[in-house]
């Protein structure tokens, strides 16, 4: 079945780092990938999008590419701040089979200043 | 104008109440979804509505009752819940031509059931 999977958090920064959030995934077809973004006590925020390979969604400052060579869709930041600190979903949707939105477990950052 | 609303932020019943859940989006989207998330998980998917009508259960407990009133509505009825159903429960809409569209997400109403 179609599965993501993100490396394992939690990630601590500083203010100012870079930042790259891992994630792969297992799918049939083409799927359409997210990144979603969880702040503190708040729903999911789209972040990004990508529905075809080799597009790159970006948004924010955060950037990912859709690699289907390597079926991984990694979140990268140039110089990540402290409102960044949230949790960072990773998700896709394939065409065919169930369609329903697959996450990753999730991945919390905190950035210190 | 990407905002889906839900209603109430917070809400705490006990196990004998009855209370409902509102979601409210004015995209013209026209498929909406109910997610339950537990914490440091990801969200659940329980209920899809497509066109007003009910596309997919996932095996959700019949103690939560959805109905969707009209495409821009979404409510979520609770009745004799227990605790471990303690939870946020989130609301998102889809454009609804493809359930592979991307899906907007409501703030939540954070459920606590005593």
């Known amino acids: 079945g179609n599965s993501v999977t993100q490396m394992e958090g939690p990630v601590t920064l500083s203010e100012e780092a870079f930042l790259t959030i891992n994630c792969t995934y297992t799918a049939t077809g083409y799927p359409s990938l997210f990144w979603y973004v969880q702040y503190p006590g708040e729903g999911l925020q789209l972040l990004l999008k990508?529905?075809?390979?080799?597009d790159k969604g970006s948004n924010k400052g955060f950037e990912a590419t859709y690699r289907k060579e390597t079926t991984s869709f990694h979140l990268e930041k140039g110089s990540v701040q402290v409102s960044d600190s949230a949790v960072y979903f990773c998700a896709l949707v394939a065409q065919g089979g169930s369609e329903k939105l697959v996450f990753g477990k999730g991945t919390k950052l905190t950035v210190n200043p | 104008d990407t905002e889906v609303t839900q209603t109430p932020k917070h809400l705490v019943m006990g196990m004998t109440n009855k209370k409902s859940l509102k979601c409210e989006q004015h995209?013209?989207?026209?498929?909406m979804y109910w997610y339950k998330q537990k914490a440091k998980k990801p969200p659940e998917l329980m209920f899809v509505y497509s066109y007003e009508k009910l596309s997919i259960n996932e095996s959700v407990p019949s103690r939560f009752s959805p109905e969707c009133p009209n495409s821009s509505l979404l409510n979520l009825h609770l009745h004799a819940l227990q605790p471990e159903d303690s939870a946020l429960y989130l609301c998102?809409?889809?454009?609804?031509?493809?359930?592979?569209?991307?899906?907007?997400f409501g703030p939540g109403t954070r459920l606590t059931v005593l």
């Open positions: 990508a529905t075809k390979a080799d």
């Open positions: 998102a809409s889809s454009r609804g031509d493809r359930l592979t569209d991307t899906q907007y």
């Open positions: 995209m013209g989207h026209r498929a």
